[in-house]
């Protein structure tokens, strides 16, 4: 039997078992002291699923996307086709590894991870859900690296081979400004910037809500609907309008647009 490793108040909090508005209210914003450009990565080493170690005080002679991310994370969902493009562009000049994280979205078949047996468990489902052509390590219970770094669901960090902080994303969904930060870099050219695109990676992403809430369970649909009421209407809406036929999109797409818009903007206000 796995038991649960000892963990303290921070471990325990981050390890939430039903989603909450506090967290998707702090998943939309760093602090002002949270890792960016320039700064040292901090202190890590982790296991990696084909057995080998991702540490910061061995990152490899080339730089290294970071990014976190989880099954039940639709942002995550939507990020993966984007990180698997890139890493076909530039993998052969930047390791690409991604960290098993929390899971955003919970639910009563894919839950919190409670020992470490369970949480590398996850990351292999993880890989194997997207076909993941890269690395793939797995922080401990209680976020250890990913509290270090600010937990977000879904963030990606560029960082130099001696392990500087070059580029951070919030999304890893932002593909043109990763892209853009991963041109540079390798084209030797000086890098030093953050991407802080919301809505476009958002709206990328809330598709993947009905998606997720299948995988997880409808748990996970109950506490998106009482925290994230506009997300959860965005996540109905593109499974209504994605069974449309194509030729009958026109005023439809436009009327969906429209309230996309709408309660996308609503949901920024109310967090602001």
Request: aromatic share 6%; net charge positive.
């Amino acid at each position: 039997m796995n038991l649960p490793l000892p963990t303290d108040r921070a471990g325990a909090d981050y390890r939430f078992k039903r989603f909450r508005t506090r967290l998707l209210i702090d998943d939309m914003t760093f602090p002002r002291n949270a890792l960016g450009p320039g700064s040292p990565l901090p202190e890590f080493d982790l296991p990696t699923l084909d057995g080998g170690r991702f540490t910061s005080r061995a990152l490899g002679g080339r730089p290294v996307l970071m990014v976190f991310g989880s099954r039940t994370c639709p942002v995550t969902e939507s990020a993966a086709p984007v990180l698997k493009r890139l890493h076909a562009r530039f993998g052969d000049s930047v390791r690409f590894v991604l960290v098993n994280t929390r899971e955003a979205h919970p639910g009563q078949t894919i839950g919190q991870p409670a020992t470490a047996a369970e949480k590398h468990r996850h990351a292999h489902h993880l890989r194997h859900h997207h076909a993941i052509p890269f690395e793939v390590a797995v922080d401990d219970i209680d976020g250890t690296v990913h509290r270090a770094f600010t937990p977000k669901p879904n963030s990606a960090y560029l960082a130099d081979p001696g392990g500087t902080i070059l580029f951070r994303a919030h999304w890893a969904n932002d593909e043109a400004a990763l892209r853009r930060a991963l041109e540079r870099t390798t084209s030797g050219a000086p890098v030093h910037d953050r991407s802080r695109a919301m809505v476009g990676p958002l709206l990328r992403a809330v598709g993947h809500l009905p998606g997720i809430v299948t995988a997880a369970g409808s748990r996970t649909g109950r506490d998106v609907w009482r925290a994230a009421p506009p997300l959860a209407v965005l996540g109905a809406l593109s499974r209504l309008f994605a069974r449309l036929p194509a030729d009958r999109r026109g005023p439809a797409a436009v009327g969906a647009a429209l309230l996309v818009c709408a309660a996308a903007a609503g949901l920024l206000a109310a967090l602001t």
